[in-house]
T-cell receptor
């Protein structure tokens, strides 16, 4: 049981390049999320997916697209990277922990993206 | 979505009890209160969750007064490894809702 996995761990892009961040979870969770975290800041929600086949915008969706490929996988695409998108990107999925009855989020290790 | 307010930073020493209070004046009836911990270069990790009164697990306790407009995360006998950022979140997840992470509280534990 690997939990939430993300690839790549680190990426350097030039302005205008595109790339896709991959996320997968093996906990059979319905909901998945993409966040970005800038230095010294909290997490900001980019997009989320309530269930397979659905996606919705979060706080900061501009410049990103997402695909919920199946129940396990949720990818984030930067079509034309900008320096303002330099950040750490976290993927999460949500499920009910054994200690509670309200869904909580389980996070991946993050992808560090540098856009030059 | 309920907005939360918590201290930006706190300092403590090994072996002390640390209490971090979070204010959430506009919490809704169906909202839960959840705390996450984040170490540098890692994703946040679930610590504890509650709806009302007191919840305790092997890591922490969560105290919620009757009006639910605030909550307090209590970490007993902290160690250096408890140095992290702690986030208080209010709301419901489950696909049709989403949580907002604030800046969190940076806890520094000193020897």
């Amino acid at each position: 049981n690997a939990g939430v996995t993300q690839t790549p761990k680190f990426q350097v892009l030039k302005t205008g390049q595109s790339m896709t961040l991959q996320c997968a979870q093996d906990m059979n969770h319905n909901s998945m999320y993409w966040y970005r975290q800038d230095p010294g800041m909290g997490l900001r929600l980019i997009y989320y997916s309530a269930s397979e086949g659905t996606t919705d915008k979060g706080e900061v969706p501009n410049g990103y697209n997402v695909s919920r490929l199946n129940k396990r996988e949720f990818s984030l695409r930067l079509e034309s990277a900008a320096p303002s998108q330099t950040s750490v990107y976290f993927c999460a999925s949500s499920g009910i922990p054994w200690t509670g009855d309200q869904e909580t989020q389980y996070f991946g290790p993050g992808t560090r993206l540098l856009v030059l | 979505l309920a907005k939360t307010t918590q201290p930006i930073s706190m300092d403590s020493y090994e072996g002390q009890e640390v209490n971090i209070t979070c204010s959430h004046n506009n919490i809704a009836t169906n909202d839960y209160i959840t705390w996450y911990q984040q170490f540098p270069s890692q994703g946040p990790r679930f610590i504890i969750q509650g709806y009302k009164t007191k919840v305790t697990n092997e890591v922490a306790s969560l105290f919620i007064p009757a009006d639910r407009k605030s909550s307090t995360l209590s970490l007993p006998r902290v160690s250096l490894s408890d140095t992290a950022v702690y986030y208080c979140l209010v709301g419901r997840t489950g696909g049709y809702n989403k949580l907002i992470f604030g800046a969190g509280t940076r806890l520094a534990v000193h020897p």
